[in-house]
Nanobody
Framework: QVQLVESGGGSVQAGGSLRLSCAAFGHIYSIYSSNCMGWFRQAPGKEREGVAAIYTGGGSTYYADSVKGRFTISQDNAKNTVYLQMNSLKPEDTAMYYC??????????????????WGQGTQVTVSS
C-alpha cells in the first residue's frame, strides 16, 4: 500500500504561483513499484483531468496542453516526494488537485482509472 499526502494548495491571484507537494508513504516495495506519479485536478461539475506526470525511474515528464510552459513537475527521490510548480496561474486552473501513483509502461496522466493510489487532494483557487 502507498499513502499519498498532498500539501501546498491555497488562494492566489491570477498570474501568481504555487508549489504543490506530494509525499509518498508506505511499503518501500510498493513505493518503488509505482513508477509513475501524476497530478490530476477536478473542478466542480467537471470530470477529473490529468495535469502532469513524471516517470520516477528516469524523470521523463508529461504535461497536458493546458499547462505546458506554466507548470513543472519534479521529484526528490530521497524524500519520496513529487512537486508541481505552478506559475502564471489562471482562474481556470481553480480546482482540487490530486496526486496519484501507478505502475505504467508509459507514464502519462490521461486516464484516472489507470492510477491505483490517490491522495486526499489540495484546493487551488485562482482569482481574477
Amino acid at each position: 500500500q502507498v499513502q499519498l499526502v498532498e500539501s501546498g494548495g491555497g488562494s492566489v491571484q491570477a498570474g501568481g504561483s504555487l508549489r504543490l507537494s506530494c509525499a509518498a508513504f508506505g511499503h518501500i516495495y510498493s513505493i518503488y513499484s509505482s513508477n509513475c506519479m501524476g497530478w490530476f485536478r477536478q473542478a466542480p461539475g467537471k470530470e477529473r483531468e490529468g495535469v502532469a506526470a513524471i516517470y520516477t525511474g528516469g524523470g521523463s515528464t508529461y504535461y497536458a496542453d493546458s499547462v505546458k510552459g506554466r507548470f513543472t513537475i519534479s521529484q526528490d527521490n530521497a524524500k519520496n516526494t513529487v512537486y508541481l510548480q505552478m506559475n502564471s496561474l489562471k482562474p481556470e486552473d481553480t480546482a482540487m488537485y490530486y496526486c496519484a501513483a501507478a505502475a505504467l509502461p508509459i507514464c502519462i496522466a490521461t486516464i484516472p482509472a489507470d492510477f491505483g493510489y490517490w491522495g486526499q487532494g489540495t484546493q487551488v483557487t485562482v482569482s481574477s
